[in-house]
């Protein structure tokens, strides 16, 4: 499905970000070379200021406002490998190009961004390493 | 060359794919349009009901005391030329923004207004978003309370609200997202906290809890764009009374509230 199958081994290099490879619905490597640290990771998810809260729940009682506008993150990391993870917060539009989520790891393509944003992905490459291994942890 | 076609055959399904699910993302039947109004606690639609508890009252009676007021170098009222505004605004704020002749493109409520100001009272025009200007586009646009969002079937703002509607289906921000992903196809889910609407701008200008005071639809529009991490128009850009019309179109026959309170 993905368009990954059509160019197994794309690279990208946009000058802010850290050239990853899509294989298929995933990216294998870790953006930054290392994992990340889960604590560091919820705390990212759990931040309103990084919007998946917005849209999603999950496991967090300390957060009143939570989204219903997409699954639960709830059991994510037993859906999926961290692999699949990484893709997914990087350009989940790969996956399902008529997706409402953001690509998280992302500057190109984008409209009229505010000053403040501009040029800049919505979360850094260590960011991404955090919130995919804390995903991996939500295993029920 | 074989493999090449191949590729190609895939690009275009993808292509295809990503056409038909833009094509379904319908616009909400007219049967199932619904104001704000329906989406607000008890408490808050008591305050809506309610004049002498809708804070958004204050300023219809500061502009109520407006339109009696002599101003400019013609030192008339608009009461002068304009008489009991229950007569003759009643239904105006329901089928603005409206054709400017003399400028070529629609013009806002506020912006009739100001015209008004400055070329019948000769008089300095209220800067967008003023008290003055807010009182007196609530006071013109109560007047309409009750009417049926009417939007004037006048063939010269086709291209307007058609741009209007190219803006609310265009993604942008750094979250990338159209108006339409959330007023259209998530109406009624919770964005964190908030009840998203169907972003009918039928109570302007509303009293908004958060703001703490009124406020005009631009404004709203341009709280919107800054959630996505746009850049929001500037008060009064042709590009937000576009994006008003289409709006307006979008929420025909719906009854206007003004001053409707949000939260």
């Given at each position: 499905m993905s368009l990954a199958t059509v160019q197994p081994l794309a690279t990208h290099a946009e000058d802010a970000l850290h050239p990853y490879q899509v294989v298929g619905d995933a990216i294998p490597a870790s953006l930054t070379g290392k994992p990340g640290d889960p604590a560091r990771g919820r705390a990212i998810v759990a931040n309103r200021q990084n919007t998946c809260l917005l849209c999603h729940s999950g496991p967090f009682p300390e957060e009143r406002h939570q989204g219903n506008l997409s699954p639960s993150l709830q059991g994510a990391g037993a859906r999926w490998t961290a692999a699949e993870l990484r893709l997914r917060m990087v350009d989940a539009s790969r996956l399902n190009p008529a997706t409402i989520m953001p690509s998280y790891y992302q500057v190109e393509g984008l409209t009229r961004v505010a000053g403040a944003w501009r040029g800049k992905p919505i979360l850094s490459a260590e960011q991404i390493e955090d919130v995919v291994s804390y995903l991996s942890t939500l295993r029920d | 060359?074989?493999?090449?076609?191949?590729?190609?055959?895939?690009?275009?399904?993808?292509?295809?794919?990503?056409?038909?699910?833009?094509?379904?993302?319908?616009?909400?039947?007219?049967?199932?349009?619904?104001?704000?109004?329906?989406?607000?606690?008890?408490?808050?639609?008591?305050?809506?009901?309610?004049?002498?508890?809708?804070?958004?009252?204050?300023?219809?009676?500061?502009?109520?005391?407006?339109?009696?007021?002599?101003?400019?170098?013609?030192?008339?009222?608009?009461?002068?030329?304009?008489?009991?505004?229950?007569?003759?605004?009643?239904?105006?704020?329901?089928?603005?923004?409206?054709?400017?002749?003399?400028?070529?493109?629609?013009?806002?409520?506020?912006?009739?207004?100001?015209?008004?100001?400055?070329?019948?009272?000769?008089?300095?025009?209220?800067?967008?978003?003023?008290?003055?200007?807010?009182?007196?586009?609530?006071?013109?646009?109560?007047?309409?309370?009750?009417?049926?969002?009417?939007?004037?079937?006048?063939?010269?703002?086709?291209?307007?609200?058609?741009?209007?509607?190219?803006?609310?289906?265009?993604?942008?921000?750094?979250?990338?997202?159209?108006?339409?992903?959330?007023?259209?196809?998530?109406?009624?889910?919770?964005?964190?906290?908030?009840?998203?609407?169907?972003?009918?701008?039928?109570?302007?200008?509303?009293?908004?809890?958060?703001?703490?005071?009124?406020?005009?639809?631009?404004?709203?529009?341009?709280?919107?764009?800054?959630?996505l991490r746009a850049q929001p128009y500037e008060f009064g850009a042709p590009e937000n009374v576009d994006m008003e019309l289409y709006l307006m179109w979008r929420a025909r026959g719906l009854p206007v509230e003004t001053p409707a309170v949000r939260p």
């Open positions: - | 060359m074989k493999a090449a076609r191949g590729t190609q055959r895939l690009a275009l399904g993808v292509l295809l794919a990503a056409l038909a699910t833009l094509c379904s993302a319908a616009e909400i039947p007219l049967s199932e349009r619904r104001s704000g109004y329906a989406d607000l606690g008890r408490e808050t639609k008591a305050m809506q009901d309610d004049d002498t508890a809708n804070p958004g009252m204050l300023s219809v009676l500061e502009g109520e005391e407006l339109w009696k007021t002599k101003s400019g170098t013609e030192v008339k009222a608009c009461a002068d030329c304009h008489g009991d505004a229950r007569a003759s605004m009643k239904g105006v704020a329901a089928r603005y923004p409206a054709f400017d002749a003399s400028r070529g493109r629609p013009v806002n409520l506020e912006q009739r207004i100001n015209i008004c100001q400055a070329e019948r009272q000769q008089a300095k025009p209220s800067a967008y978003e003023s008290k003055e200007l807010l009182a007196l586009t609530a006071f013109v646009a109560m007047q309409s309370r009750g009417e049926p969002i009417a939007p004037p079937d006048d063939a010269r703002l086709t291209p307007f609200r058609e741009a209007g509607r190219q803006l609310f289906f265009r993604r942008q921000g750094q979250l990338n997202l159209g108006c339409n992903q959330c007023h259209d196809d998530n109406w009624s889910k919770r964005l964190a906290g908030n009840l998203i609407p169907q972003a009918h701008p039928t109570g302007y200008p509303i009293y908004r809890l958060e703001w703490q005071s009124i406020g005009s639809l631009q404004r709203r529009l341009r709280n919107c764009m800054t959630g």
